[in-house]
């Protein structure tokens, strides 16, 4: 699944800063902190692979309950958030959080149990592409959207998506709204809780919400040794790993670098796909990814280009007084 994280959409939103020390060092030092970011999305789309794998044993609301459960178990354990000192306002945006990553992950799993891991990913990107646009107001990222629109026409088979399940179609579109409230709350919620507090609480909620859902899906399928050892493969290889190979990578790695590399994702989820699920692409789907992928990486280019402009900007203001 694309990702999801956090501090990958605030990159692209937010006219990143660069790291402390992304431009020192070697190139072994500089080529480091990709490799894990490639590494972590790598996981995420296999681990997506795998999710879907998993489907006819668990059903697609039964394996996202099970992603979340683990995934906010671990991360319990590991940040061991406080609850006390928060007022209504921070736990409000903490539960919109976690209901915007409950809506993103049960949409999309929903896709992909309808449509190639390839086309959802491309799909479900157009939120986080659409909120950098409306969020930058440049004229150029008008090119980008059009180009991203190219894409999703060729996606369709020239625009009617004859070829993909219209309700596939829906689900990864829904995804990528809610991964964009997703972005919005999850720059929210670092700013109002400490470290990755917020993000372990947000994850409780999201788990709580998909619970009965899963149980009414799923029903005693969802507790046996089988499904519960591959529901934590999904959630330690799309969720605990990339998490964690992220946050490594941009203590040493410019953020504008790091939501460009996210825009990856869809080639990602069609090499994991291929691979995993032998979902091949036709020539008309690679290059409407291609496209996509394309204008992604263009927006962010565009919105770190606009931040550094208003930095240079301010400074000159500074220095005249």
Same mark, same amino acid.
């Given at each position: 699944m694309a990702q999801q994280p956090e501090v990958a959409g605030a990159a692209a939103t937010s006219g990143a800063t660069e790291a402390?020390?992304?431009?020192?060092?070697?190139?072994?030092?500089? +080529?480091?902190?990709? @490799? *894990?970011? =490639?590494? %972590?999305?790598?996981?995420?789309?296999? $681990? #997506?692979?795998?999710?879907?794998s998993v489907m006819p044993r668990a059903g697609a609301l039964g394996i996202v309950t099970l992603r979340l459960a683990f995934a906010a178990l671990v991360l319990l354990v590991v940040?061991?958030?406080?609850?006390?000192?928060?007022?209504?306002?921070?736990?409000?945006?903490?539960?919109?959080?976690?209901?915007?990553?409950?809506?993103?992950?049960?949409?999309?799993?929903?896709?992909?149990?309808?449509?190639?891991?390839?086309?959802?990913?491309?799909?479900?990107?157009?939120?986080?592409?659409?909120?950098?646009?409306?969020?930058?107001?440049?004229?150029?990222? +008008?090119?980008?959207? @059009? *180009?991203? =629109?190219? %894409?999703?026409?060729?996606?369709?088979? $020239? #625009?009617?998506?004859?070829?993909?399940?219209?309700a596939g179609v829906a689900y990864a579109l829904g995804a990528g709204?809610?991964?964009?409230?997703?972005?919005?709350?999850s720059a929210r919620t670092g700013r109002r809780f400490p470290q990755a507090d917020g993000l372990a609480l947000a994850m409780v909620v999201a788990a709580v919400l998909f619970l009965p859902l899963g149980l009414i899906e799923s029903g005693s399928r969802l507790v046996q040794p089988g499904t519960l050892a591959l529901g934590a493969v999904v959630a330690v290889m799309s969720s605990v790993l990339p998490y964690t190979l992220e946050l490594l990578a941009l203590r040493r790695l410019?953020?504008?670098?790091?939501?460009?590399?996210?825009?990856?994702?869809?080639?990602?989820?069609?090499?994991?796909g291929f691979l995993v699920l032998s979902q091949a692409l036709t020539a008309a789907e690679a290059l409407a990814i291609a496209l996509v992928i394309a204008a992604s990486m263009g927006a962010v280019r565009t919105q770190v280009g606009r931040g550094r402009t208003r930095?240079?900007?301010?400074?000159?203001?500074g220095a005249g007084r």
């Open positions: 402390p020390g992304a431009s020192g060092g070697g190139l072994r030092a500089r +080529l480091a902190p990709v @490799g *894990l970011v =490639l590494a %972590g999305g790598i996981s995420v789309q296999f $681990g #997506g692979a795998v999710a879907v940040c061991r958030p406080k609850l006390r000192g928060h007022s209504r306002a921070d736990w409000g945006t903490v539960v919109a959080f976690g209901v915007a990553m409950a809506g993103m992950n049960g949409l999309f799993y929903q896709s992909v149990a309808r449509i190639p891991m390839g086309p959802a990913v491309t799909l479900e990107v157009l939120g986080p592409l659409a909120l950098s646009v409306i969020a930058s107001r440049r004229a150029v990222n +008008l090119v980008w959207a @059009g *180009l991203a =629109l190219c %894409g999703v026409f060729l996606l369709g088979g $020239g #625009g009617g998506f004859n070829g993909l399940d219209p709204a809610m991964w964009a409230a997703y972005i919005v709350f410019p953020a504008h670098t790091f939501a460009v590399l996210m825009s990856l994702e869809p080639a990602l989820a069609s090499i994991a930095a240079r900007e301010e400074a000159k203001r």
